[in-house]
């Protein structure tokens, strides 16, 4: 995109905010930062003088912007309806046209597009070959100031992929967007997806071929690269016959329902599972539920469909937490940007998890199960992390 047509975008949406700060209250940057320029109200203010041209983007300015997590929480609290997402894709993209590429979330998003080629996928089958040898769990990873218990890849990475799985009373067809993490990382979770879809009626496709959905491009201001992602994906979709499209991460489902332009609903997994008239029976733990920020603030799932599904689970107790919306402090490269906020949110988050109780901390984001694996692993050992789906699948046998 252009310099100008980037402007024009920015001035529209940054006109809109009111400055009334109440995105300062849900921000999870902002304790951190604690000046301005830590949440959604003073990013926007100084994304609207460098537009105004009052000041230049330089690197200080491009770190503002950096120090947001992008949960988009402000988003949904806003009683303006800011569209602030639009406004630091656009900001980002100015940020590298201005003073030049960001090395290390040129990196990341590398190593995203690595693992969905077909050399990448051979390199993360063969790695989780060996990394079965050693069994399931997380690996210590020692990062410059600190460590961080990262998953191996799953025993057969892509292993779902380009199959259809029946279910004996097909009610409707759905196409599972499977994502980077469950593909790699979280196999397991994308089985009991298929088993749990099957067991209310649906047929689910996996496609054989579609990459990384581009959210953490254009998150990044990589629109191009977002664009070559999306319309590779919808080819592929063009090769199958489905009803809806199927999610367990809701920041692909987000991308998909806001930004790839298509007419089919996107669903998350638990908003057709609750809807069910099906129980299942649970082994008497006590849970918690730890809500996505993109689950809201982007699929716009109301957490009442995942609090519905937990409790089709007899037998088992619910504890909500205090914090149980707030952010976890993952955010894709915002953790690897900002260790020691991550850090700090995660902690902060876990310390809430304790104090519930529970035995297992329950979430239906990938992203989240990373992070709050790492989190319970530094801070609360009792206490599992588990994938919505599979506590639901579980508990289905
Ligand atoms: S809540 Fe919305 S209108 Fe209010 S300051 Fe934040 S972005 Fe602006
Ligand atoms: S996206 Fe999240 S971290 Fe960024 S300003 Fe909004 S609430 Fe704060």
């Known amino acids: 995109m252009e310099i100008k047509e980037i402007l024009e975008i920015a001035q529209d949406v940054t006109e809109k905010c009111i400055k009334c700060g109440l995105c300062k209250s849900v921000c999870p940057t902002y304790p951190y930062i604690m000046e301005e320029s830590g ?21 200080e300015i491009a770190e503002k912007w950096d120090q947001c997590a992008m949960c988009r929480r402000c988003e949904w609290i806003c009683p303006n309806d800011v569209e602030y997402k639009k406004i630091l894709v656009q900001v980002r993209e100015l940020q590298e046209k ?11 998003l590398k190593a995203l597009n690595f693992l969905q080629s077909s050399v990448g996928r051979k390199v993360v089958k063969v790695a989780g070959k060996l990394g079965n040898l050693t069994g399931e769990g997380e690996i210590k990873v020692r990062l410059p100031g600190r460590v961080k218990f990262v998953p191996k890849p799953t025993a057969k990475p892509f292993e779902i992929r380009g199959k259809e799985f ?38 689910v496709i996996v496609p054989k071929d579609i990459k990384c959905c581009g959210a953490p491009h254009l998150y990044s201001g990589n629109e191009q690269a977002f664009e070559t992602l999306k319309n590779h994906n919808l080819k592929e979709f063009n090769k199958y016959t489905f009803d809806a499209i199927v999610v367990a991460c809701p920041t692909c489902g987000g991308a998909l329902q806001e930004d790839y332009g298509i007419s089919v609903k996107v669903y998350d997994f638990a908003e057709l599972f609750s809807k069910e008239n099906i129980y299942l029976r649970g082994k008497g733990e006590k849970v918690t539920y730890h809500v996505p920020c993109h689950s809201y603030s982007a699929m716009k799932v109301d957490e009442d ?51 519930t109780g529970a035995d297992i901390i ?21 206490q599992q992390v588990k994938h919505l789906a599979d506590y639901l699948a579980e508990n289905m046998d």
């Open 39 to 59: 949440y959604a109200r003073g990013r926007l203010t100084l994304a609207e003088m460098v537009i105004k041209g009052e000041m230049p983007i330089n690197r």
């Open 98 to 108: 201005s003073i030049g590429k960001d090395y290390l979330k040129e990196l990341g």
């Open 166 to 203: 029946k279910s004996e009373k097909e009610k409707g067809r759905l196409l599972f967007f499977t994502g980077c993490m469950i593909d790699v990382f979280y196999g397991k979770t994308g089985k009991n997806v298929i088993k749990l879809m099957n067991k209310i009626g649906y047929t």
């Open 305 to 355: 469909v995942f609090y519905g599904s937990i409790r089709k689970v007899k037998g088992d107790e619910l504890i909500k937490a205090e914090k149980a919306k707030s952010c976890c402090g993952f955010a894709g490269l915002f953790s690897v940007k900002n260790p020691e906020m991550s850090e700090k949110i995660l902690k902060e988050k876990i310390d809430d998890f304790k104090s």
């Open 362 to 382: 329950l979430t239906s984001c990938p992203g989240c199960v990373l992070q709050l694996r790492d989190g319970t692993l530094k801070h609360s050992k009792t």
